[in-house]
């Protein structure tokens, strides 16, 4: 997941979408 961390606008435009794929994330 480095590229989450680097890419923190992208989970921001789609965060429901990283719970489905991440459930464990914060």
């Given amino acids: 997941v480095l ?3 680097e890419s923190g606008q ?3 435009e789609e ?3 990283l ?3 991440f ?3 914060p």
């Fill in 3 to 5: 590229w989450s961390l």
């Fill in 10 to 12: 992208w989970i921001s």
């Fill in 15 to 17: 965060p429901f979408e």
């Fill in 19 to 21: 719970s489905n794929h």
């Fill in 23 to 25: 459930p464990a994330a």
